[in-house]
Nanobody, 128 residues
Framework: QVQLVESGGGFVQAGGSLTLSCAVS????????VGWFRQAPGLEREFVAA????????SYLDSVKGRFTISRDNVKNAVSLQMSSLKPEDTAVYYC?????????????????????WGQGTQVTVST
């Protein structure tokens, strides 16, 4: 069973920055695509960013491009999401997820159903 644990959420003023981390307990992590999703109250879970197993392919939600950066460390089995220029509309619970589908890349990284394991989520609140 793959376990994912998110950390780094919190409260920040608009324009500020946060870095989320996702620790993955899986010996096959180096072959696993990892994504970040978010869900605000009353809304569906939406894709935010994802990175392929090699790190060579990334994908971002249009509204976070240029503000968020996803990266991975295959030695530490961790994925980070650096968020800057945060806006109140970024407020949500952020989840990381891992896909067991080998060679997942490109537009497929943004598809929720391609992810098999999910963390418990971490709250990000951006005030005006």
């Amino acid at each position: 069973q793959v376990q994912l644990v998110e950390s780094g959420g919190g409260f920040v003023q608009a324009g500020g920055s946060l870095t989320l981390s996702c620790a993955v307990s899986d010996q096959t992590f180096s072959r696993t695509a990892v994504g970040w999703f978010r869900q605000a109250p009353g809304l569906e879970r939406e894709f935010v960013a994802a990175i392929s197993w090699s790190g060579g392919s990334t994908s971002y939600l249009d509204s976070v491009k240029g503000r968020f950066t996803i990266s991975r460390d295959n030695v530490k089995n961790a994925v980070s999401l650096q968020m800057s220029s945060l806006k109140p509309e970024d407020t949500a619970v952020y989840y990381c997820a891992a896909s067991m589908r080998l060679l997942l890349r490109g537009s497929a990284l943004a598809v929720v159903s391609n992810y098999d394991y999910w963390g418990q989520g971490t709250q990000v609140t951006v005030s005006t």
